[in-house]
């Protein structure tokens, strides 16, 4: 087993953690925005999961040794584009589970020299796979917070039944 296998259970845990963040939400709650031009709690797991995608392309093109810059995307014309507000939450959250597990599969094959490999990001920054698997989980957590930040929003607004606490995490306040 390689040493770097401690790395994917905070990667698999991120879906526990998304789900987390929008239990109890109504399709109504998950779809509020706080401002036209800010995401709802559904369009920001749309937002994630559209990340892990490219995350997930990202990881096999660093295994390849692909010399191509790896993709960046434009998250506002993804998620505006298809719709995410549209979605059902329970049905992004299912293809992100799906996702992480895929991905947790390749990633628990790989020998250590495999996760020292690297690639050169579309800032030109040398990468390697263990800082793009490390930040996709802090991107994913600051994600479960914008959700929180959402829903405190939506309490102090008064809309719905949001309670304003944030969803308590384990290993977070």
């Given amino acids: 087993m390689s040493s770097f296998a401690r790395e994917i259970e905070p990667f698999l845990q991120t879906y526990d953690l998304l789900k987390s963040a929008v239990q109890n ?5 998950l779809r509020w925005k706080p401002a036209p031009d ?19 392309f990202r990881i096999r093109e660093i295994l390849s040794g692909s ?4 993709p960046a995307f434009n998250q506002d014309a993804w998620v ?8 059902k939450a329970e049905d992004v959250l299912e293809a992100f589970r799906s996702l992480s597990v895929y991905n947790a599969l390749l990633l628990r094959l790989l020998p250590d020299a495999d996760w020292e490999k690297n690639a ?14 490390r930040g996709f989980v802090a991107h994913a957590q600051r994600h479960a917070e914008q959700i929180d930040r959402i829903k405190r ?3 102090e607004a008064g809309v ?9 995490r384990e ?3």
């Fill in 25 to 29: 939400l109504t399709d109504e709650e």
């Fill in 38 to 56: 800010k995401w709802s709690a559904t369009e920001v797991l749309a937002h994630v999961t559209d990340h892990l995608i490219v995350v997930s």
């Fill in 67 to 70: 010399q191509v810059r790896l």
């Fill in 80 to 87: 505006a584009g298809q719709q995410a507000n549209r979605a």
């Fill in 120 to 133: 050169v990001n579309f800032k030109g920054e040398t990468v390697s796979l263990l800082t793009v698997v």
């Fill in 153 to 155: 929003a939506a309490a």
């Fill in 160 to 168: 719905f039944g949001i309670r304003s606490e944030p969803a308590t």
């Fill in 171 to 173: 290993g977070r306040p």
